[in-house]
């Protein structure tokens, strides 16, 4: 066979993520993925990280941009459903919104108002947790279209910006889960 099926471990490809200073604005330490997701090896142990917490899920929802990423192929893994929360005005149906800061600015996404329809129990997955802004406006539509959440996964936790206290403050009942806190 071509390819190689030998698994590296968690730790190893969490430092293929590389640390880009004063991106996009002087002051932020941007948290680059894209070479871990070059790495075969790396993105598939982080896939198998985030898929065994997976558990009574029936959707895995992703946040633009780079939470589509590992949430598509952690719902492909672990043959779930994947919604995606996308920036406003790129959805096709009805749509929630909501608009949130975040370490670097403002935005706002949106998600199908009948995504979750029937009371879907969902995960939502993000590559980094900062100020907590993203995750709390996913949150909000979740609960707005329905959903009930079993939990929220990030790959990266920057643990200085306090997102995690302001999401448990707001959401005390919903658990959140970093694969690597700085
Ligand atoms: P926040 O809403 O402040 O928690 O910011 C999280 C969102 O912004 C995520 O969707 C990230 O993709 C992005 N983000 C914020 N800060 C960073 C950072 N330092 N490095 C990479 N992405 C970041």
Do not use: C
């Given at each position: 066979?071509?390819?190689?099926?030998?698994?590296?471990n968690?730790?190893?490809a969490?430092?293929?993520?590389?640390?880009?200073?004063?991106?996009?604005?002087p002051?932020?330490?941007?948290?680059d993925?894209?070479?871990?997701?070059?790495?075969?090896?790396?993105?598939?142990?982080?896939?198998?990280?985030?898929?065994?917490?997976i558990?009574?899920?029936?959707i895995?929802?992703?946040?633009?941009a780079?939470?589509?990423?590992?949430?598509?192929?952690?719902?492909?893994?672990t043959?779930?459903?994947?919604?995606?929360?996308?920036?406003?005005?790129?959805?096709?149906?009805?749509?929630?919104g909501?608009?949130?800061?975040?370490?670097?600015?403002?935005?706002?996404?949106?998600?199908?108002?009948?995504s979750?329809?029937?009371?879907?129990?969902?995960?939502?997955?993000?590559?980094?947790?900062?100020?907590?802004?993203?995750?709390?406006?996913?949150i909000?539509?979740?609960?707005?279209?329905?959903?009930k959440?079993?939990?929220?996964?990030?790959l990266?936790?920057?643990?200085?910006?306090g997102?995690?206290?302001?999401?448990?403050?707001k959401?005390?009942?919903?658990?959140?889960?970093s694969?690597?806190?700085?």
């Amino acid at each position: 066979m071509w390819w190689n099926w030998a698994v590296m471990n968690l730790k190893t490809a969490l430092t293929f993520i590389r640390d880009i200073p004063d991106y996009p604005k002087p002051g932020i330490l941007f948290k680059d993925i894209t070479p871990l997701l070059a790495d075969g090896q790396a993105f598939q142990a982080v896939v198998d990280a985030f898929s065994v917490e997976i558990r009574n899920s029936e959707i895995i929802a992703g946040i633009e941009a780079r939470g589509f990423i590992f949430a598509a192929a952690i719902a492909a893994q672990t043959q779930r459903g994947f919604v995606p929360f996308r920036k406003s005005g790129k959805l096709p149906y009805k749509t929630y919104g909501a608009k949130y800061g975040l370490e670097y600015g403002q935005d706002e996404i949106e998600v199908h108002i009948d995504s979750f329809a029937g009371g879907k129990t969902i995960t939502i997955v993000d590559d980094v947790l900062a100020t907590g802004g993203t995750i709390s406006a996913a949150i909000e539509l979740a609960l707005l279209a329905g959903a009930k959440i079993e939990s929220v996964l990030v790959l990266f936790e920057i643990a200085g910006l306090g997102g995690r206290e302001s999401l448990s403050n707001k959401y005390p009942e919903i658990e959140i889960r970093s694969l690597v806190s700085s």
